[in-house]
């Protein structure tokens, strides 16, 4: 079956050479002129692999609908493409943080962005196998349920977080390398400060608790992060 990919983009003539380019790429594309009509489309129940995202469009901003799509259940693990003229690093580094799992800067060939699109739905294939829950000590993270547990009591975590803890439990003992982090969890091009790396450890630890994220999640200088087993 054919990947379903939304393009939001208000220019029409982009909009158009985006859609022939992912036709002949073999994809399934719709195309939207503003983030309204994308989330009339999503809501309805039409289901999407994928979304291209422009920033400045008439009505909702790309950021507020990147906002939306992020912080709703039903949509914040579908991938989304930043596709905006906007290139300068400040305006990545804001994408990123939101949520956007990568981002292009105008202009770009199609051939960079079939790659992109490529890539994104590669790292967001469901596993082949349903993974059991990982615990370390009395941390648990469950994949299935996107959920985590210390001392058997729910932690509410961002999907930055989520994602940070996962990547470091399922290497615990092993130091975790700051740019593997930045890498796996903000994108392989992710250029931001690595202080917001930093930042979301810092969170982190705060919401599974002082002693216990302070205990586990232990910070090596220079190199990384570590989740040490008890």
Known sequence: MKKKIFVVEDDESIRGLYELALDDAQYDVKGFSCAEDMFDALYSGEECDLVILDV??????????????KGNGG???????????????QAKVEGLDIGADDYLAKPFGMKELVAR?????RKHAPAAATLAPIT??????????????????PVQLTLKEYNLLHM???????????????S?????????????????????????GEETGGKYIVTVRGVGYKFARP
Not at 75 to 89: H, Y
Not at 168 to 182: F, G, S
Not at 187 to 201: A, K, N, P, V
């Open 168 to 182: 470091l439990m399922e290497n615990a003992d092993d130091v975790v390398k700051r740019e593997d982090l930045l």
């Open 75 to 89: 949509t914040a693990d579908i991938p989304v493409i930043i596709a905006s003229a906007k290139g300068d690093e």
């Open 117 to 121: 699109i490529k890539a994104n739905l």
């Open 184 to 208: 796996k969890v903000w994108g392989y091009d992710y250029f931001g400060e690595t202080r917001t790396l930093d930042m979301h450890i810092k969170s982190l630890r705060r919401k599974l």
């Open 56 to 69: 400045m469009l008439p009505g909702m901003s790309g950021i507020e609908a990147l906002r939306r799509l």
């Open 136 to 153: 370390v000590g009395d941390v648990m993270i469950c994949d299935k349920e996107h959920e985590v547990y210390v001392a058997n009591k």
